[in-house]
């Protein structure tokens, strides 16, 4: 698909979509029974699993003890808030169309149940704006209101704690500001997504998706030299913890080298017509 057309087509989609992003969740629907386990005890199970990722099937195990969780202490919100994480990262990874369309949405669903528990919590919002996001990847009908939330819930959440997921609020808005269609079609603005990338990287310049998300910003301004700086240095502590093992790394050095590639692409020069 030529990028006219690529971009014709999202024009489309963005014009057509008009269902509702949230909708009445249901109620937690059944997990595995907690016993006489403590909720404290489902979240470190859960999180003992969820540090298996890549591991598609322990994050599964992951999101049903963290459900657990959440039924086993009603009035606490961290049982949703990592089950939000845990569906978030499936509705991004399952093989099939149909698990990630069902992930996505119980992603917002549970997203949901948290701002139902703890309307002020920034977690809540922070996380029903990362639901949203996949949604509007897996249903793209939903995209037009979800944008519009999620840079709602993202705004709400920086302002009432701007350093869950190690700047994850402004980071993920400016990777919202920098990718969505421009007004009047959606939130994009270049600009103000560097405002934000450049918060969040600031807040937490040890974070690599941070880097990542700030030369993402910078390429989309016409800075090339500054986005290539900010990704090698992301590109390093990428590699640093990806040897340190930790389990998201390998995609964020994949992220880093992907940034790389298109920044050398661009630079080349162009046969005339």
């Excluded at 030299?225 to 995609?251: H, K, M, S, V, Y």
Aim: proline letters at 9%; hydrophobic letters at 50%; charged letters at 25%.
């Amino acid at each position: 698909m030529t990028a006219v057309s690529a971009r014709a087509a999202l024009v489309l989609v963005v014009a057509l979509a008009c269902a509702p992003a949230l909708r009445k969740p249901e109620p937690l629907a059944a997990a595995p029974s907690p016993g006489d386990r403590s909720a404290a005890a489902l979240l470190a199970d859960g999180d003992a699993a969820f540090a298996h990722r890549p591991d598609a099937a322990a994050v599964r195990t992951a999101l049903g003890l963290y459900r657990a969780a959440a039924q086993a202490e009603p009035a606490r919100v961290e049982g949703l808030d990592r089950a939000v994480r845990a569906a978030v990262w499936l509705a991004q990874r399952e093989r099939s169309a149909d698990a990630r369309r069902r992930r996505a949405t119980e992603a917002v669903e549970l997203a949901q149940l948290c701002v139902a528990r703890a309307p002020e919590d920034a977690r809540c919002d922070y996380g029903l704006a990362l639901g949203l996001g996949v949604q509007a990847r897996e249903h793209p009908s939903t995209v037009a209101e979800g944008l519009k939330l999620m840079v709602e819930r993202l705004r709400r959440a920086a302002a009432k704690d701007p350093m869950i997921d190690c700047g994850g609020p402004e980071r993920v808005l400016a990777l919202v500001l920098l990718r969505a269609p421009g007004w009047p079609l959606g939130p994009g603005d270049p600009e103000s997504g560097l405002v934000e990338a450049r918060k969040a990287e600031a807040r937490a310049p040890q974070f690599p998706p941070n880097p990542l998300a700030l030369a993402e910003a910078l390429a989309a301004n016409g800075d090339a030299a500054g986005a290539r700086e900010a990704t090698l240095r992301g590109l390093g502590i990428a590699e640093a913890r990806a040897a340190a093992g930790d389990p998201d790394a390998p995609e964020w050095v994949e992220e880093a080298r992907r940034l790389l590639a298109a920044a050398a692409q661009a630079a080349e020069p162009r046969a005339p017509p």
